[in-house]
C-alpha cells in the first residue's frame, strides 16, 4: 500500500501526483479527498482521547493529594471513572476509523511510472520488441495444434481429466509429462545459474498474511479456506492464488540492510491448473528499475534459449493490478508467456519490511522494492515448443531440454493416429471438401463448353 505520509501536504505528500496516478489508472480520484478526509477526523478523535488522557492524570495526581492528607477522594474517584469510559469510546471510534482509513487506503493503486502507455484498452499495450531465431519467419503455419501432437505422441488423457475435472480437464501422461517437467526443471536450473535461490513455500497461508499480500476484494471470491476452528478466526489458512503471495511474506517485518539485498528467490507455483517457475526479488529502492530491466532480460533470454519468437509489451495502465508500478508482458503463440513487475515499496510497505540504517533525520520509514517476473509458465510454453518443434514423423527436443528426459531424446516419434474428429483433420476436411466442389464445378463448366461446341 502506498504512505499515509502521501496523503499529508504538511508533510511532503503531493495530492496532485495521487490523482494523476488515479488518472492514469481510470480509478476514481475523489477517493483521495475522501482518504484525506477520514485521515483528519481519524487524527481529531485520537487526539480528543489524548487529551482525556491528560485530564485522568490530572485526577489521579489530585486523588493522590487528597489521600495523602487523609481526606474523602470519592467525588475524584468517580469523576476520574467517568472520564475513562469517556476515553474508552473515543479510543475504539479511533480505532474503528483507523481501520475504515487504513481499508481505504489499500485500494488506492501504486504510483504508475511515467513510461507506462496511459489507456484503459490491452489493444493499446506498447510492443516494445521482438524476437525470432535467426532465419525463420513468423506465421500460422499448417501444422498440428499442440493437443494433437500430444495426442499423436501419447503424452496427455483429456478424457480422464475431463471425467475429474470437468470442462477442459486433462492428465500430462509419459513423454508429455516428462517434457513439461524438463521445463520446470530447466527453469530452476536456469535461474539457479543466475544466483536465484530456489524456495517452494508453503501453499496455505494464515489470514493475517494472506491479508498482506492479496487483494481486500479477492477474500470472498476468489480464496479457498481451510478452519481449524470455528471460534478462533485466526486459525483459518488461505489456499494461495500464486506462490508470490507467501513468497513476498517471508520476510515480513524484518529489517535488511544493505548486505542483505539484493535477495533472489526462485520459485515453483503449481496453483489454478498450470505450474510456473518464479523469479522474486528485493532489492535497493535506487537499483528497482535497472532490477526490472535485468530480469525481463532473464526471462527472454530463458525463451531465446528455447528458441521460440515472443515480442515484449508494455502493459498499459487502466490494465495494471494495484501493486505494479510498471508490467512488462511477454508473449508468445498462446499470448502471455512472462508477466514482469516492478511493485516498489507498494509491497513491502504492507509488510513492514524496513530497509536501511536507522537515522533521526528520516522523517519516513524506508522500504526495500520488490519485484516479480515468471520465467516460464510451463503448460504454455510446452505449447509453443509442440508447435514449434514438430515434424511429419514426431517432434524434435530443444536442446536444452533433453538431459532433463528420460534416454535424453532427440526426437520423440510419433505412436498413435489422430480421431477423425480432431482439430486439423476437421479443417483438412472442410478444405478438402471445398477443392472438390471447386474441381466439379471446374468439370461441369467443361462439359457445358464442350456441349456448346457441337
Known sequence: MLDLLDFQEEKGGDLKKLRESQKRRYAPQPIIDDIVALFEDHKKTKYAATQIGSKINGKQKEIGQKKKAKEDAADLMKEKVDLEKEKKVLEDSAAEKEE????????????????????NDEENNAIVRTWKPEGSTV??????????????????????????VGHRGYCLTGIGLFLNLALVNYGLEFLWRKGYKPNQPPHLMLREQMAKTAQLEQFDEELYKVVESEEESQSEKFLIATSEQPISALHDGEWLQDADLPIKLVHRGSIGGFEKIEQFLFTKPEDSWKAFDDMIAVSEEF????QLPYQVVSIVSGALNNAAA???????????LV???????????????????????????????????????TERALCCVLENYQEAEGVRVPNVLRKYIPGAPEFIPYTKELPKDSTSQKLRGKGDGGAKQKVEAAINQAADKLAALK
Not at 485500494?107 to 511515467?114: F, K, M, W
Not at 524496513?354 to 516460464?376: E, F, I, M, V, W
Request: glycine share 4%.
Open 139 to 164: 506465421e500460422k503455419r499448417d501444422c498440428l495444434s499442440h493437443h494433437e501432437v500430444l495426442t499423436r505422441i501419447d503424452g496427455y488423457d483429456p478424457e480422464r481429466g475431463v471425467k475429474v
Open 339 to 377: 508477466s514482469c513487475s516492478n511493485c516498489t515499496d507498494y509491497q513491502s510497505r504492507e509488510l513492514n519490511i524496513r530497509y536501511g540504517a536507522k537515522s533521526q533525520t528520516d522523517s519516513r520509514k524506508k522500504h526495500p522494492h520488490a519485484l516479480n517476473a515468471t520465467l516460464c509458465a
Open 326 to 336: 510498471k508490467k512488462y508482458d511477454l508473449e508468445g503463440e498462446y499470448k502471455e
Open 100 to 119: 475504515i482509513l487504513t481499508r481505504k487506503l489499500k485500494t488506492i493503486g501504486n504510483y504508475v511510472h511515467d513510461s507506462v502507455p496511459v489507456s
Open 303 to 306: 525463451y531465446q534459449s528455447l
